[in-house]
Nanobody
Framework: QVQLVESGGGLVQAGDSLRLSCLASGLTFSRYTMGWFRQAPGKEREFVAAIRWSTYYADSVKGRFTISRHDAKNTVYLQMNSLKPEDTAVYYC?????????????WGQGTQVTVSS
């Protein structure tokens, strides 16, 4: 059974940094594309970043966020710098075997990120 557990969220001020982690179990981690998504109150869930052998970012986070992975630790990270109030959302980790998933098969429960102005 695949399980994804996010951690690292919290309350920060605008301009601060946070690093989210997602620990995966029940899968062969290196064979999965890992993604980060977020959902703000009253809005649809949106793509943030993904990584397999390359990295992909939403325009809204390019230059501020960095996704990385450590296959030996079954963990994917999202380093978030220069945070803005509009980054406030629940952040979700996702996993899929496709190279460029349109729909991810596995999701975590999410971690709250709140950025105050």
């Amino acid at each position: 059974q695949v399980q994804l557990v996010e951690s690292g969220g919290g309350l920060v001020q605008a301009g601060d940094s946070l690093r989210l982690s997602c620990l995966a179990s029940g899968l062969t981690f290196s064979r999965y594309t890992m993604g980060w998504f977020r959902q703000a109150p009253g809005k649809e869930r949106e793509f943030v970043a993904a990584i397999r052998w390359s990295t992909y970012y939403a325009d809204s986070v390019k230059g501020r966020f960095t996704i990385s992975r450590h296959d030996a630790k079954n963990t994917v990270y999202l380093q978030m710098n220069s945070l803005k109030p509009e980054d406030t959302a629940v952040y979700y980790c996702a996993a899929d075997t496709a190279l460029a998933p349109e729909e991810y098969d596995h999701w975590g429960q999410g971690t709250q990120v709140t950025v105050s102005s």
